[in-house]
């Protein structure tokens, strides 16, 4: 018997000394011969791979075996699963590094057209989660990685169309927010909520950052551009280490610039308006307005127009509060099977 809880393993004598563990504290509970040699095998490559192939299961994607009978529960950890999965971090880690250094772009520096009448432009494409599943036998629409990056593209050039007639003189760019559907390899968020997800975490990850990168670009043919990123709940660790890839792509580029500390919550000033930004799913609506009053004084009392932009809900809500606004955006992501439920 193995316990979790107390990474106990009650065998017989003759296994306990293979173990190397001491005879008297694990006498408790004893092992027949026959599953003693069964132990023996499933330690072994082999008997992990002879056990997958009579479950019809893929070895290099299964990261442990359990074997339970009426007498005894036994979990095996596979080495391949884990070898496996050290050789797609470390193909992860070297691809980026590889690109990095061997296109390390050269941006000159853009002089803009000062005007008396500028605008300052919010992109903040929302909860892309790039990796989430939707089937459209379930809930009636699709959505993968593909459709992702097409609808934040197609919008980001709308919104540039629709705006063409105004003079911008900044930019201001949220990031985070979810733009990864998941935050390991296990396929779940942060906290370990399982999810339906499209391709592999590593594959996600630089589809992301190719994303970002189209995006950035894009807009800095209009203006400068400053980007914040906003720490989320389905991505917490991984969409950190992507915005510090995004801002490393971006060092020679004097026309954007970068906060991506993981602070939840972010402002921005831009003269006498105030743009607060945070994901949504730790500080109450209700308690925002303070917080950035409490946080962000300096701006706070040098602006006159303020506003929050959250996330994570996926729907639209605003609400005036005294002297600022808060506002959740819309996801251009799709339903899937548990919001559909």
């Given at each position: 018997?193995i316990?979790k809880s107390?990474?106990k393993?009650?065998?017989n004598?003759?296994?306990?000394?293979l173990?190397?563990?001491?005879v008297?504290e694990?006498?408790r509970?004893r092992?027949?011969?026959?599953?003693i040699?069964?132990?023996?095998?499933?330690?072994d490559?082999q008997?992990?791979?002879?056990?997958?192939?009579?479950?019809?299961?893929?070895?290099?994607?299964?990261?442990?075996?359990?074997?339970?009978s009426k007498?005894e529960s036994?979990?095996?950890?596979?080495p391949l699963?884990v070898?496996?999965?050290?050789?797609l971090?470390?193909n992860?880690r070297?691809?980026?590094i590889?690109?990095?250094?061997?296109?390390i772009?050269?941006?000159?520096k853009l002089?803009r057209?000062?005007?008396?009448?500028?605008?300052?432009l919010?992109?903040?494409p929302?909860?892309?989660?790039i990796?989430?599943?939707?089937s459209?036998f379930e809930?009636?629409e699709?959505?993968?990685?593909q459709?992702?990056v097409q609808?934040?593209l197609s919008?980001?050039?709308?919104?540039?169309?629709k705006?063409s007639?105004?003079h911008?003189?900044?930019?201001?760019?949220?990031?985070?927010?979810?733009?990864?559907?998941i935050?390991?390899p296990?396929?779940?968020?942060?906290?370990?909520t399982?999810?339906?997800?499209?391709?592999?975490w590593?594959s996600?990850?630089?589809?992301a950052k190719?994303l970002y990168?189209?995006?950035l670009?894009?807009?800095l043919t209009?203006?400068?551009?400053?980007f914040?990123f906003?720490?989320?709940?389905?991505d917490?660790?991984?969409?950190f280490?992507?915005?510090q890839?995004?801002?490393?792509?971006?060092?020679n580029?004097?026309n954007?610039t970068?906060?991506c500390s993981?602070s939840h919550r972010?402002?921005f000033?831009y003269?006498?308006?105030?743009i607060g930004t945070?994901?949504?799913?730790g500080?109450k609506?209700?308690?925002?307005p303070l917080?950035?009053a409490?946080e962000?004084?300096?701006e706070?009392?040098?602006?006159k127009h303020r506003y929050?932009?959250?996330?994570?809900?996926h729907?639209?809500?605003?609400?005036d509060?005294i002297?600022?606004?808060v506002e959740?955006?819309?996801?251009p992501?799709?339903?899937?099977?548990?919001?559909h439920?």
């Amino acid at each position: 018997m193995i316990s979790k809880s107390n990474k106990k393993i009650y065998v017989n004598d003759k296994y306990a000394i293979l173990l190397g563990l001491n005879v008297s504290e694990y006498k408790r509970y004893r092992l027949s011969k026959e599953n003693i040699q069964k132990l023996k095998e499933l330690k072994d490559n082999q008997g992990v791979l002879d056990a997958c192939e009579n479950l019809g299961v893929n070895p290099e994607t299964t990261p442990m075996l359990w074997l339970k009978s009426k007498t005894e529960s036994i979990r095996v950890t596979n080495p391949l699963f884990v070898k496996q999965e050290e050789k797609l971090l470390s193909n992860l880690r070297d691809d980026l590094i590889k690109d990095l250094q061997e296109y390390i772009p050269k941006f000159p520096k853009l002089e803009r057209i000062e005007n008396s009448e500028s605008y300052l432009l919010v992109i903040d494409p929302a909860d892309i989660h790039i990796g989430k599943l939707c089937s459209a036998f379930e809930s009636g629409e699709s959505y993968n990685n593909q459709i992702a990056v097409q609808r934040v593209l197609s919008g980001v050039r709308g919104i540039l169309s629709k705006v063409s007639s105004f003079h911008i003189d900044k930019i201001l760019f949220i990031g985070g927010n979810d733009i990864l559907h998941i935050d390991n390899p296990g396929r779940t968020t942060t906290s370990g909520t399982p999810q339906d997800t499209d391709g592999m975490w590593h594959s996600n990850f630089l589809i992301a950052k190719q994303l970002y990168v189209d995006v950035l670009e894009m807009l800095l043919t209009v203006a400068d551009v400053h980007f914040t990123f906003n720490p989320s709940n389905h991505d917490y660790t991984n969409g950190f280490f992507l915005a510090q890839v995004i801002e490393t792509y971006f060092k020679n580029c004097e026309n954007i610039t970068f906060d991506c500390s993981i602070s939840h919550r972010k402002a921005f000033q831009y003269h006498n308006n105030l743009i607060g930004t945070t994901h949504g799913d730790g500080a109450k609506q209700m308690d925002l307005p303070l917080l950035m009053a409490v946080e962000y004084p300096s701006e706070w009392s040098n602006t006159k127009h303020r506003y929050v932009y959250t996330h994570h809900v996926h729907h639209k809500t605003s609400k005036d509060y005294i002297g600022i606004t808060v506002e959740s955006l819309r996801s251009p992501s799709g339903t899937d099977s548990w919001h559909h439920r």
